[in-house]
């Protein structure tokens, strides 16, 4: 099997465990385990896997100018990312966070015509306007619109953790080029546990490890090895094969696995707005992917004249 195939599994893996991952914080947090506690029990649990992992693996020694880009994403691979989701999901619905998490691809793309001066087709202009329309029907077109509501201002949490995400799987890409997935992914975790742990150690410390249940803890688990340890490893390996725009449009089957999953428990509703939302955005999506596979297919025409 070729390594861009197994990149692909790796990202369809990902996605599954994340579709999921909406339903199970949502069950724990924040009525069993408050948000920073979960982070900083997420953070320093998957730091000391992969270091532990690294141990089993060949020594790579990292240069000095890099560790500047790696205490950059541990802020926006694990900091931002994790703090700003657990937060953001606790406040809102496990369908909400899912569709706004669609928006990643395109935040991705805007990210890639800044910083690689990438060309910016109509098509894909219009891709963006359109992902970003159906974003805004989504976190403003509510019944009742209240920017200091609980719901309204998690979801814009999680959109701030959808931005800082798409900025991580952006400045990755070079590193992974260059070394190891486990090599990368312990050091991002070394600085964003250090990061994590003054906003949760006061949770942390209140935390009543003698009531929780054996099923919740099943859920931290569930978060700290699948969503955490495996996720990571598996969308920085993909990415070493993979660019970063064809990585995040593996999201949209995010919010097929999590409304499944959320409606089966009871946890959400699905309605015409937000079905209208995800429209948006995946049509959003197909028409930057669409605008993509024009370029090369043009690409691939000039130079076989």
Not at 155 to 183: G, H, Q
Request: aromatic share 12%.
């Amino acid at each position: 099997m070729s390594r861009v195939i197994k990149a692909h599994l790796a990202l369809l893996g990902v996605n599954a465990i994340y579709g999921a991952n909406f339903t199970i914080v949502k069950a724990i947090v924040p009525n069993h385990i408050q948000p920073f506690a979960l982070v900083v029990i997420r953070a320093v649990c998957s730091m000391l896997l992969f270091w532990l992992s690294s141990l089993f693996l060949p020594k790579e020694k990292i240069e000095r100018k890099d560790f500047i880009k790696l205490l950059l994403l541990g802020v926006f691979g694990v900091a931002l990312n994790q703090l700003l989701f657990i937060k953001g999901l606790s406040m809102s619905t496990p369908i909400n966070g899912a569709i706004i998490m669609i928006f990643n691809p395109i935040i991705v793309m805007l990210l890639e015509v800044i910083f690689f001066k990438e060309k910016t087709p109509f098509i894909r202009v219009a891709g963006i306007i359109v992902g970003i329309t159906g974003a805004l029907i989504l976190l403003l077109g509510r019944r009742t619109i209240s920017t200091g509501s609980p719901s309204f201002v998690g979801d814009m949490l999680i959109l701030v953790n959808c931005i800082s995400w798409a900025v991580y799987m952006v400045m990755v890409k070079p590193l992974m080029l260059k070394y190891k997935t486990v090599t990368v992914v312990k050091w991002v975790f070394a600085f964003g546990s250090f990061y994590v742990i003054p906003f949760g150690w006061s949770q942390l410390q209140a935390f009543d490890y003698h009531s929780v249940s054996f099923n919740s803890w099943m859920c931290i688990a569930y978060v700290v090895i699948a969503s955490t340890y495996l996720a990571y490893y598996l969308n920085t390996y993909a990415l070493a094969e993979l660019s970063p725009s064809i990585a995040s449009t593996y999201i949209y089957l995010q919010p097929v696995i999590a409304a499944g999953i959320a409606i089966y428990y009871k946890q959400d509703e699905l309605n015409a707005m937000k079905i209208m939302s995800a429209i948006f955005i995946i049509v959003g999506i197909y028409l930057v992917g669409l605008s993509r596979k024009k370029e090369k297919q043009k690409l691939n025409a000039q130079i076989s004249k």
